[in-house]
Nanobody, 115 residues
Framework: QVQLVESGGGLVQPGGSLRLSCTAS????????MAWYRQAPGNERELVAR???????DYADSVKGRFTISKDNAKNTVYLQMNSLKPEDTALYYC?????????WGRGTQVTVSS
């Protein structure tokens, strides 16, 4: 199995920026699809951004042009750079990967966008 640990969340004003990190316990970042999801209270968990082992990216329409997913294979870490944050970006953000036949999730990191 693999453990995923997220960090970098916090409270930020509208228009601000945050960078989330997700570190994996195994050397899988270079080969696996890694993804960020988020879930706001009362809402379903939704895909935010996805990054393949080869570097292809995919974003939810709501974050295109504002968020960037990237990785550092040597550090087994995936990042989510979030700029121009909006109150509707407030959610618990989770790191995800599919490994050895099942989904793996981190515990999440809270992002709150509020003035």
């Amino acid at each position: 199995q693999v453990q995923l640990v997220e960090s970098g969340g916090g409270l930020v004003q509208p228009g601000g920026s945050l960078r989330l990190s997700c570190t994996a316990s195994r050397n899988i970042i270079s080969t696996n699809v890694m993804a960020w999801y988020r879930q706001a209270p009362g809402n379903e968990r939704e895909l935010v951004a996805r990054l393949t082992g080869g570097g292809a990216t995919d974003y939810a329409d709501s974050v295109k042009g504002r968020f960037t997913i990237s990785k550092d294979n040597a550090k087994n870490t995936v990042y989510l750079q979030m700029n121009s944050l909006k109150p509707e970006d407030t959610a618990l953000y989770y790191c995800n990967t599919f490994y050895r036949g099942r989904d793996h999730w981190g515990r999440g990191t809270q992002v709150t966008v509020s003035s």
